[in-house]
């Protein structure tokens, strides 16, 4: 079986001891699903170099806070159309995560196929991974537009599910994975679902609506993949409580890692957080792990 770590949003609780337990594990890959800084591109890019130490093969896709400035989020938040317009700085701090990440690739409306043996993209894949939408601000929205229209064409949530279901068609993989910053719509509204809404009751389900449309069609012709990963809606809820972090339906196993802070205390000793999952053609095992 493939052996991925899977790292939920991990502002700024990532250090050089991570490092070390990751290069010494038995994981054949590392997938991280974004949410590097607390608030500044200059931790964006601090834990991005940190990262770069990782010696396994690593994928990453960018959050809502990475490479994003302040304004930018605000604008998210409040719907302000000023705040919202494009960030011509916006495509340079990408490059510069892109670069602090070293041999880590920076995923986003991509196919990354990999094997174990020859690595990334070498013609051979024993298991493609499709990035979905980068940046993604969870909800009807697409977070960042000016700048994902810009880079990828992407003008609305349907444009960007047929760019993720033309992916999940192009792959040849025996195995697909679908890497996200944000999980889909169609897994409940509930505050406590895996990515319902908690911070607002009236917005219920707060997934990605073009990722669970890509999703539906690709299952329609026997596409789809087999693990989505995502994180962004935390585990520990606004008010009190616990996400349900770990969904199987219909075949497909959808995992939300963001355990938030991944580095905490427990009885006095310091626990760190990843997900484990295993799987072949037709068999996934999901824990979480606390080193």
Same mark, same amino acid.
């Given at each position: 079986m493939i052996k991925i770590a899977g790292i939920g949003d991990i502002h700024t609780a990532f250090d050089e001891e991570d490092v070390r337990l990751f290069n010494e594990s038995d994981?054949? &890959?590392? @997938?991280?699903?974004?949410? /590097?800084?607390? %608030?500044? *591109?200059?931790?964006?890019?601090? +834990?991005?170099? +940190?990262?770069? #130490?990782?010696?396994?093969?690593?994928?990453?896709?960018?959050g809502n806070h990475d490479s994003t400035s302040v304004l930018q989020l605000l604008g998210e938040i409040t719907g302000s159309a000023r705040l919202k317009r494009e960030d011509p700085r916006m495509e340079g701090r990408v490059q510069e995560l892109k670069e602090a990440l070293g041999a880590i690739?920076?995923? #986003?409306?991509? /196919?990354h196929g990999f094997h174990r043996k020859?690595?990334?993209?070498?013609?051979?894949?024993? @298991?493609d991974i499709i990035t979905a939408r980068p940046h993604s601000m969870g909800g009807p929205d697409i977070g960042f537009q000016p700048y994902?229209?810009?880079?990828?064409?992407?003008?609305?949530?349907?444009?960007? !599910?047929?760019? +993720?279901?033309? /992916?999940m068609r192009q792959s040849k993989a025996p195995? %697909?994975? $679908?890497?996200? *910053?944000?999980?889909?719509?169609?897994?409940?509204?509930?505050?406590?679902?895996?990515? #319902?809404?908690?911070?607002?009751?009236?917005?219920?389900?707060?997934?990605?609506?073009?990722?669970e449309v890509a999703i539906r069609e690709a299952a329609s012709s026997n596409q789809?993949?087999?693990?989505?990963? !995502?994180?962004?809606?935390?585990?520990? &809820?606004?008010?009190? #409580?616990?996400r349900t972090w770990y969904v199987e339906k219909e075949g497909i196993h959808?995992? =939300?890692? !963001?355990? $938030?802070?991944?580095?905490?205390?427990? =009885?006095?000793?310091? %626990?760190? *957080?990843?997900?484990?999952?295993? /799987?072949? %053609?037709?068999?996934? *095992?999901?824990?979480? +792990?606390?080193?």
């Open positions: 994981y054949d &890959l590392i @997938l991280i699903c974004g949410d /590097l800084p607390g %608030r500044s *591109h200059k931790q964006t890019v601090q +834990i991005g170099s +940190i990262l770069s #130490g990782l010696q396994k093969p690593a994928l990453m896709i960018p690739q920076m995923g #986003g409306y991509k /196919l020859h690595g990334w993209d070498s013609g051979e894949s024993e @298991l994902i229209e810009q880079q990828f064409g992407i003008q609305s949530q349907q444009d960007s !599910a047929q760019c +993720i279901l033309s /992916l195995v %697909r994975l $679908v890497l996200a *910053h944000n999980g889909p719509t169609g897994l409940g509204s509930h505050r406590n679902d895996i990515w #319902g809404c908690d911070f607002d009751p009236d917005r219920g389900d707060f997934g990605d609506p073009d990722l789809s993949p087999l693990v989505v990963l !995502a994180g962004h809606m935390h585990h520990a &809820l606004k008010g009190g #409580g616990q959808y995992v =939300n890692a !963001a355990r $938030v802070p991944r580095i905490f205390r427990e =009885n006095g000793e310091k %626990r760190r *957080h990843h997900v484990r999952i295993e /799987l072949d %053609r037709t068999d996934v *095992h999901v824990e979480q +792990i606390l080193w």
